[in-house]
Structures are given as C-alpha cells and as structure tokens.
C-alpha cells in the first residue's frame, strides 16, 4: 500500500505523554495518554481501507448513494456512498469499500441521494507528491475516499432509486438569491458548503492567511451563540428581574442556536465540531455542575473525535482545539486588561500559533496575515455572518431578507476587494523547504514565551530575540556552489519533467505530459513564474513536450533546444545535436544524440536529445524515449560509467538494452513513471536487468520526485515519498504491472 499513514509520528506523541506521566506520576498526565491512545486507535479503526492493488484497473460492480456532485466540463464527478461492491471471480473482495469518487463521462441527469447500480474501473488513492506541494493521495485518503476512478460502461448503469435532490436550504437559497458570488458566499459561511467558493477564491484566501473565515467554525458559531446568549438575559432580566441570573432558559437558547447552526449546515464535521465545542463551552461558563476549562477543552476534545472518528487525522481539528488552548493559557492567569489590549495579544498568539502549524501543514506563509486578521475577524464575524443569519431569520418576508443578503454581498465584495489589494501588498516570498522546520519551531517558541506566566517583559523580548536568531540561523536555505548540482525528477505522472540547478543556472529537461481533457501536471509544481536559462524538450510526444504551452505563457524562457525546428511551436529554436555542449559553474552539459537531421531515424521516440551532464565528481545521463538502437549508436562513442541514469521512456522494455546496462554501469537508476500506468513501465526484464547489475533504483510511481545532489561528498538521493519496510537504496523495483 502507497498511502503514508502518520502512525509514525502519533507513536511518539503517545510515547511522549505516557513518559511523561511515568516520569511525574502524575494520574492527569497518565489519563491523557490513556485517552489520546483509546481515541487514537478508534480513530484509525475508522480510517478508510484502500482498494486492493490487485483490483487496480479492474472492473467492479458498485451500489451505492450519492452524496455530492460536481459538474465540470464533460463529466460530473461523484461522491459515491458503496453499499454493495462486486469484484469477478478469482480477484481480490472489495466489499470493506465504503467511499469513492468517480468521473462520469456523458452522465445523465444526476440528483444527490440517488441510488445507482454501476459498473467502475478504480484504483487505490494516488496523487502527485512533489518537494513543497499538496498530497492529493493523502487528501483522499483523509477525506474518506477508499479509491477513485470512472464509470466504465455508463449505458448500463442502473437508478435503483431517486434522491430528493439538493438539500431544502440550498434549493430555498437558489429560489431567493440570483447572484452567483452572493450565492457562493452564502452557501460557505451558512451551509458550510465550502466547495461552493471557486479555487481562485480560495487561492487569494490561503494567500493572505484567511481560510478560517470561509468555513463555518468554532468562532462564528461561538459568536452566534454569544449573542443568542446576551439576548436571552436580557429577555430573562425583564421578565425575571429577582432571579435572572439564576435561571437557565437562555444558556439552553444559546445551545440550540449552536446545534440550529450546525443543523443549517447539514451537520456538516466542521459545524458539528464547532457546535460541540461551543456547547461545552456554555456547560463550562454557566457554572452549573460544570468541569473546569482544561477539563472541559479534554471533554469537547474527546467528544468530537468519538463522534467523528476521521477528524482525528485532519489538520482543521487541531488548528480549532490549538487556538482555544492558546486562548485559555493567554488569559487563565491574567487579569482581565482593556478590551483592545486582550484583541491585540490574542490575535498576535493565535497569529504566531496558527502560522506556525499552518506552515508545517500546507508549507505555505502569508506574510501580513497578523495585520489582515485584526480586521478580517471582525469584518466576517461581526459583519457578513450576522447579515448572513438575520437574512435566513427573515427570508420569508422578501423585502427583508432579500434587502439583508444584498447588504451581505456588498459586504463580501468589499472583503475579497480588500484581501486582493492586500495580495499585490504583501511580499511573495515563500519559505524554501529546509526554512519550513526552523521558522515554524520560532514562531512556536516566540508564543510559548509570550503564554508563560511571570516573566517580566524584558525578558519575554530578550528570549523572544534569541529564539529569531537560533531559528534563522538553522534555516538557511542550501546554496550550491561551483562544481556542484541539483536535479529533482518531478513526479508528474507518465511522463517526464526534470529540474536542473547549478550554482547560478536553472534548465528544464522536458515539460511534463498534457492529459486529453487538458490538463498539464507543469501547473501543479510553481505558484509563481520562473525563469529558465533553457528549455530542453527531448521529443515532440505529449508526455514529454505537454507543458509547453504553459512555460510560453507563464514563465521565461531564455532558449529552447528540441531534435526539429517544428518539434515545439515555440520561436527561435536551437536544434540539439551530438557534440554541442555548453559550461556553466563547472558543470559540462553535452548532447550525445541526435547525430544530424539526414541520420535521423524516422521513429518520433528516436528523435530524443540525449544529454549527458558532467561535474568534476559525478556524471548524469538522461535519454529521454531513445529506443535501443540509439543507446547501441551512442554507446560505441561514449562508453564511461555513468552515476545516475533517467531510464530511457520511463523502464519500456524497448529501451535500457543489456549493453547499454553492461557498458554504463550506472550506479542510480531513475525511472519517471506514472502510477499504474497502463503501459506496465518499468518493465519486468528491464527492472531485473538493473537488479542484477547491482544499480539503485527509484521510481516517482512510488517515491514520488526524486532529488539528487551532486557534490565532492557524493551523490545524495532524497525521494519524496518514504515507503515503509525498503530500505533506502534499494536493488530494484517491482514493476508496475
């Protein structure tokens, strides 16, 4: 199985808190590693059960409910609930399936809720994992997703039963709301449909640090909550002055403001997590046989996880209780200070808090998210969520509540103006890998100084001074040097995208592959433009030549080299040619194939620039889809041990001969391959061939990219995906077949 569980890290947490209780004997500490280990194991119980490998690409039969729908350009994708899921004879069950996603090609007319018999052809959850970008693979699996795949015969697909159809809040929402941006912020902060808003949208959110205002959390539905509260009393102090503070109807009104909130939603696990959270919370602050605030923040810890087991593994949980916990040790020991004094403090905490998980979780920095949340919170909070909720409150009366979501829209329009110019404001740097661990263990320390109690403010500076500087000057980002070398083989899928640094230059070798809907795996690796010193593009096959329309477009391009002048359409470029070489920083880069355009052979695979690159210590060969009568051409003339060999077109049996395997030697073999690809590559023969010349070999498949560094200490290899039980350098790989 691909999928990374983080049993790892959970087994050191939990080993951390049962020593720690050892150590103190100290039953509170040994309570809350007993829990966190009950809570821990039920919630990977819960966990989903991947597709057998063995059913990868195979047909089964499914049954099962519709829970969501998307519709994109010539498909709808499905979340579908599985009651029943059939495999043929003699293939692995799939019967613990519970959820998958599925394309449905030419679908009909589809409903949430309905029931359907369908035929699907899926494969165990797999994404791209590449250095610094999203997991789609864990996505899925922390989602719930057991596989993903398509409708494989949509004509014999079955309705077994119609569903009712979008939820009546969304069909009452469409019926009195005709704009579509009002309509998408409505559907985020009140049904807690964060699907509803556009990626461009999230995007400018996740850019200036806001995400947690789009969803339906423990502060909007707290603020609810609190103001249903306030509301209550005073009605109580009106009607019950002699004893209003004793009674309890207006804690029960707040209650069910919470749950009715979270009901709106659809008990959606963020709004039933926020609801729960905020019902402890008014047990706690009633003072009616209530449990103190740790051990209530223990309770509502303990409840959320028992209720919704998978939110175990998500980072949205521990971002909530971590925020509230940083509240409670911000002010359990303090007195109460001016109301602007306790904002300021709070939000630097939970900016420092937050950020530092945020960065650790999705590698990602917004820059001024402290000043753009001190204004944010209370524009969302106190402004769109109220305009948002007195709008359902009345809209049966239509002057009012369509009067109340209009002043709702102007107010979202006005937000996403305000976060855009932020965007253009704000610096675009964004931390480099080896920067994430350093900046986030800084800011973790900077709030811990600032949350313990005693400490007079001249130290906190002083401390806080020194935990900048320890972390900065453990953050540096690695710089090559003359003579040195970095190429990471991205994982792109079937096809091929290598990245080449040196201390001063950057190429690409080959773009990546465009799919036949369109997409191109190049968007997926760069938020920003880049520039490159060159372009090489090996052939013209959509595999390796598929993101050149990108690179046009978004980034810069110094110089492009291909096998033929009308490989590529792009201008100006210069043919790759055995002999032509160029230097930069002590690195040799050498065409050894093709010869001349009278010699070329009449196969598109065959047109592929071959190019050796060349340290003072360590030589890579990258050869593209030659096939081998090109590597017996090329090895009569260049016959030197190579350190790191590109498996020619991607491990094809077609390509890494026995000479050229016998003559090479190469010591690191990388093979660029889609998962479970339909091609089978790398090839049994060929994997074997490599096995026995004792090389070690490396898959993106399975490893995702791979970076190699090329110094005089050696040739560093770093996959980006750790597969349990193999040992690091390993003598081959198991084909993908």
């Excluded at 050892?22 to 039920?42: I, P």
């Excluded at 017996?632 to 991607?650: K, M, N």
């Excluded at 998962?675 to 995702?704: E, S």
Aim: hydrophobic letters at 50%.
């Amino acid at each position: 199985m691909l999928i990374h569980l983080p049993s790892e890290r959970w087994v050191w947490a939990l080993a951390l808190f049962w020593l720690m209780g050892a150590a103190l004997c100290h039953r509170l500490w040994l309570l809350m590693a007993l829990a966190l280990t009950v809570t821990l194991c039920h919630g990977l119980s819960q966990r989903p059960e991947p597709l057998a490998d063995g059913l990868a690409r195979q047909e089964v039969t499914l049954r099962g409910r519709i829970v969501s729908i998307e519709h994109l350009e010539g498909r709808a994708r499905l979340s579908l609930a599985v009651s029943d899921c059939q495999s043929e004879p003699g293939l692995p069950r799939c019967h613990r399936l519970k959820n998958v996603r599925l394309d449905w090609y030419r679908a009909p007319a589809l409903e949430r809720g309905d029931r359907w018999q369908l035929v699907a052809r899926l494969k165990p959850p797999h994404g791209f994992l590449n250095p610094g970008r999203f997991d789609y693979g864990i996505w899925l699996i922390d989602q719930g997703f057991g596989a993903t795949g398509y409708v494989r015969d949509p004509d014999s697909a079955v309705r077994l039963q119609k569903g009712r159809g979008a939820a009546w809040s969304e069909r009452w929402l469409s019926s009195r709301v005709d704009d579509d941006f009002t309509r998408r912020w409505l559907k985020a902060l009140t049904l807690g449909d964060g699907g509803a808003l556009e990626s461009s949208q999230w995007a400018l959110l996740r850019e200036t640090g806001t995400t947690h205002l789009a969803v339906i959390s423990g502060l909007h539905v707290g603020l609810v909550s609190g103001w249903v509260l306030l509301f209550g009393r005073f009605l109580a102090r009106l009607f019950q002055p002699r004893c209003w503070r004793m009674v309890l109807w207006p804690w029960w009104m707040a209650g069910l403001a919470a749950v009715a909130y979270s009901g709106l939603a659809g008990f959606a696990p963020p709004a039933v997590r926020a609801a729960i959270m905020t019902l402890v919370a008014l047990w706690t602050a009633s003072g009616r046989h209530s449990p103190g605030v740790w051990q209530a923040w223990w309770l509502a810890l303990l409840i959320v996880i028992m209720t919704t087991p998978l939110s175990l593994l998500r980072p949205g949980l521990w971002l909530s209780f971590g925020a509230v916990a940083v509240l409670i040790l911000a002010w359990r020991w303090r007195e109460k200070p001016l109301w602007w004094q306790a904002i300021l403090r709070s939000q630097m905490l939970l900016s420092l808090a937050t950020g530092a998980a945020t960065l650790l979780v999705f590698e990602q920095l917004a820059g001024l998210s402290f000043l753009i949340n001190l204004v944010a919170i209370p524009w969302v909070s106190m402004i769109m969520v109220p305009l948002a909720l007195l709008g359902w409150l009345f809209s049966p009366v239509p002057r009012a509540g369509d009067a109340l979501w209009w002043l709702f829209g102007q107010a979202a329009h006005l937000f996403e103006a305000a976060l855009d110019q932020v965007r253009q404001w704000q610096p675009q740097w964004q931390p480099s890998t080896e920067q994430i661990w350093p900046l986030a263990v800084m800011a973790f320390l900077v709030c811990l100084i600032w949350l313990l109690p005693g400490l007079a403010r001249i130290w906190r500076l002083v401390a806080s001074l020194m935990a900048v500087t320890l972390c900065l000057g453990a953050g540096h980002t690695t710089v090559l040097h003359s003579g040195e070398l970095s190429l990471v083989v991205h994982d792109v899928g079937q096809g091929q995208l290598i990245d080449i640094h040196t201390a001063s230059g950057r190429w690409l070798y080959d773009t990546g592959p465009r799919s036949r809907s369109g997409f191109m795996a190049i968007t997926t690796l760069w938020d920003d433009p880049q520039h490159f010193d060159g372009v090489i593009v090996s052939h013209g096959d959509l595999d390796h030549a598929g993101g050149v329309p990108i690179l046009k477009t978004l980034h810069q391009v110094e110089r492009w080299w291909a096998p033929l002048p009308d490989t590529i359409d792009v201008d100006a470029i210069t043919p790759c040619r055995a002999g032509a070489s160029w230097r930069v920083d002590g690195i040799s880069f050498t065409f050894l194939w093709p010869r001349s355009t009278a010699t070329m052979p009449a196969a598109e695979n065959d047109h592929s620039c071959v190019l050796l690159i060349e340290s003072a210590h360590h030589r890579f060969l990258i050869t593209g889809d030659a096939g081998q009568d090109v590597e017996t051409r090329i090895v009569a003339h260049y016959q030197d041990p190579v350190d790191v060999l590109v498996a020619g077109h991607h491990g094809s049996h077609g390509s890494s001969s026995q000479r050229l395997v016998d003559i090479l030697r190469p010591a690191r073999v990388i093979y660029s391959a889609g998962y479970l690809n339909a091609y089978g590559h790398p090839a049994d023969r060929v994997v074997r061939r490599f096995r026995r010349a004792g090389g070690c070999q490396w898959n993106t498949a399975i490893d995702g990219a791979i970076a190699l560094t090329s110094s005089a200490s050696g040739v560093g290899v770093k996959p980006s995906r750790v597969v349990s039980g193999v040992e690091r350098c390993r003598p081959g790989l198991e084909s993908a077949r």
